[in-house]
């Protein structure tokens, strides 16, 4: 009994010292859409996302729910607060008809307009491996190339992501492609997002892009510091 008192004694010291502490909470998903569970016949356009409160909408959507993507952009309905991290992320294959395009990331707009009219912070590839990334109206990390030098390869599957981060006063945005940091971005002004999606540039008779593995967007607590992660 002593020795169990003593290590008891011991644990509360340590954690009254900050030395142990409990396991940052997991982020909250609040969309995800499982597209390898979907099927190329069937329309993301009105259908519920996975998992989330919401309809996938869109007055130009030709998009699959398998992630086929024919043509057009879908959106899912999305307001940030503030003192939030939000990541939104999904994986893209390098396919399509040359000169295509595919992109995800935060919409300004209604669902009727597309990111190259009213995007926040989006991002496109092409099937040449190009890479453009877009905020406030401008590009601000234009034909950049897959990997600062190489090319993707024809039906490979890039990860991108956008970290949304609404801490501070003028929110901060960092871009990645699989992991690694290919932009950050300060607002001047702070946007008022309505929506989360995904758009491609293909056109209906041409070869379609292709979204792959899940779409997802979740949230956690920026912290104390409320500086970018």
């Known amino acids: 009994m002593k020795k169990l008192t003593t290590i008891t004694s011991l644990l509360i010291a340590l954690a009254s010292h900050g030395v142990l502490r409990a396991a940052p909470p997991e982020p909250k998903v609040i969309y995800s859409q499982d597209f390898s569970a979907g099927n190329d016949t069937s329309e993301l356009k009105n259908s519920p996302p996975t998992k989330g409160d919401g309809v996938w909408a869109s007055v130009w959507c030709g998009i699959k729910t ?32 040359e000169g295509s395009w595919d992109a995800m990331g935060f919409q300004t707009g209604g669902s009727e307009t597309a990111f190259n009219s009213s995007g926040a912070g989006w991002q496109l590839v092409n099937t040449g491996g190009f890479m453009e990334i877009f905020s406030e109206g401008k590009k601000i990390a234009a034909g950049r190339k897959i990997g600062e030098g190489t090319t993707v390869e024809a039906e490979s599957t890039n990860t991108f992501s956008v970290e949304l981060n609404t801490a501070g006063p003028q929110w901060v945005e960092t871009f990645r492609l699989n992991d690694a940091t290919m932009a950050t971005h300060t607002y001047t002004t702070n946007p008022e997002i309505q929506g989360v999606g995904i758009m491609t540039g293909s056109q209906a008779d041409q070869k379609p892009g292709k979204f792959s593995g899940t779409f997802s967007l979740t949230e956690k607590p920026a912290g104390k510091t409320g500086g970018a992660h």
């Open 66 to 97: 398998d992630g086929t993507a024919p043509f057009g952009f879908c959106y899912l309905p999305f307001t940030p607060e503030a003192g939030k991290i939000y990541t939104l992320s999904v994986d893209i294959v390098a396919t399509g008809h």
